[in-house]
């Protein structure tokens, strides 16, 4: 993946959060449509999947493990999380007449954007360098599943039970690979 194509991986990322944030809320234009239908429940649901702190860091270590190398690594991941945030805001102050909290999100993206990239391309490393690395997004999902878990004040929490399963079986999951890969990595080394 080059540059670019993180950077529409970015603007694809953050316009999908705005408008599942859309889609679940009974208060704004589009889920005041929707309000109480399945539709409703579905966009709640990818709300709280998308618009969660370890899915956006899962989004800069999936493209810098893309891109290849640490350094365009880091690049890429600071492209996409910038495109994801302007994408994000630009469709929020459309669909909700927001107000912005972009240019803080996007200093903050940057530094986080550099180290989640890096680490992303260190996923291809074999060794605990390597196992570290796949650690990271399964391992910062299950803390904010702990301190943060979605949802957390809906009055209906079926969506949010559903979210929460979701990550903690894709965390459970992305946890198996990594330490599978690891293994049969050592393994093989050991036998050569």
Known sequence: MKITGAVVVG???????SLA???SSPYGPIGARVAGSA???AGTV????LDAGWSWAALAVV???AVATPARGALGAVAALAAATVSYYVVDAYVWDAGTDMVVWLVVGVPLGLVLGA????????????LSAALVVPVGAAVQMVVMPPGTGLIDT???NVAAGIVWAGAALSTAWAL??????RCAAAAV
Do not use: H, I, Q
């Not at 990818?46 to 999947?49: D, F, I, M």
């Open 39 to 41: 539709a409703a429940g």
């Open 46 to 49: 990818v709300s709280l999947l």
């Open 21 to 23: 944030n859309a889609l």
């Open 11 to 17: 603007l694809v990322f953050g316009s999908l959060t």
């Open 158 to 160: 079926r969506p949010a």
């Open 180 to 185: 599978g890969r690891f293994w049969r990595r």
């Open 63 to 65: 493209v810098g493990w």
């Open 119 to 130: 680490v992303g391309a260190l996923v291809r490393r074999p060794g605990l360098t390597g």
